[in-house]
């Protein structure tokens, strides 16, 4: 019987989960297929509770169900529990759901693909406090790498702070971003400004690295300033992939390829730029 994978998110219809997971289906010859669920907020509990009756093997969960996945767990890896959002579900046996967050290694999966070290002296600014930079400072501080975190809203970034990084981590506003950040190795812009037209404004650098964990037309403008101020710039397709690729290690035991989907999704978004 083929089994049933795929993502829950609501807008879903672009995700390009399907096309990265269904590659690595075929090229392992496995029976099973990967498909995009779109779930609106209300409809996650019910839409989770007919899917474990199926003969599944796990779901990704993303916007804006990855606080609900770690409500509906059972039970919750240590980088899941840490973060305080799922976006890997695996069915267990008794038909309870095993939640697990690979954003977390795959930022970092998708670092070692760049070729960017971080070490514990690198000086890094995460712009951001939302599940994502929570992602981000876990990898961080499991590398014992001390980001600096800027945030519109001043008490999350404390937050975040103090939840995952004992209070080390230094937090600020997000306006200090123009400041501070030409004094940082690599810069990790986790706020997606794109969807509403606008983007950070950096100081010129001669040397830097900036990662923004979007891709396509959500991050052009974002890329294009720090681009055009001397920055290294990196956009979020390697940590969608290293992300996909820790979710389907998890569920099949299996570390698939990432060079060959992420080309792939590459020409894809630069297709449809
Ligand atoms: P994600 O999972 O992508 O991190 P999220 O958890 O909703 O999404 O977090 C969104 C992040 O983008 C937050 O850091 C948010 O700042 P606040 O904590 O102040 O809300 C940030 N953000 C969203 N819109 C923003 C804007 N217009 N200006 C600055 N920051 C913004």
New binding site residues.
């Given amino acids: 019987m083929t089994k049933l994978l795929g993502v829950l998110g609501d807008p879903i219809a672009h995700s390009l989960s399907p096309l990265i997971h269904n590659h690595w289906i075929r090229e392992h010859g496995l029976d099973a297929t990967y498909e995009a669920m779109q779930v609106k907020t209300g409809d996650f509990q019910n839409a989770l509770s007919a899917l474990s009756q199926r003969d599944a093997v796990g779901f990704n969960v993303t ?1 804006p169900h ?1 606080l609900s996945a770690f409500e509906a767990c059972s039970d919750v890896s240590d980088a899941a529990k840490a973060i305080g ?1 799922v976006n890997t579900l695996t069915l267990q046996p008794d038909r309870s759901w095993h939640g697990h967050n690979t954003d977390a290694s795959g930022f970092l999966e998708a670092l070692s693909i760049q070729g960017i070290e971080i070490l514990p002296e690198t000086k890094t600014i995460v712009i ?7 992602a981000i400072v876990y990898a961080l501080s499991s590398i014992d790498n001390l980001p600096l975190i800027l ?3 001043e008490g ?1 970034a404390r937050k975040l702070s103090i939840d995952l990084t004992g209070g080390e981590s230094v937090y600020g506003s ?1 306006d200090k971003v123009y400041g501070l950040a030409a004094a940082a190795d690599v810069v990790i812009n ?4 794109g969807y ?1 037209g ?1 983007a950070l404004n950096l100081p010129t650098v001669s040397n830097g690295r900036f990662i923004d964990i979007s891709y396509g037309a959500a991050a052009a403008q974002q890329i294009e300033i720090a681009a055009n101020s001397g920055w290294q710039t990196y956009d979020g397709l390697p940590m969608l992939v290293g992300q996909a690729a820790h979710s389907f290690e998890r569920w099949f035991e299996i570390a698939p390829k990432t060079e060959d989907i992420l080309n792939r999704c590459r020409s894809l978004v630069e297709t449809l730029a």
């Fill in positions: 916007l990855k959002a951001g406090a939302g599940g994502a930079a929570r945030n519109r809203t999350k997000i986790t706020v997606s400004l509403e606008k």
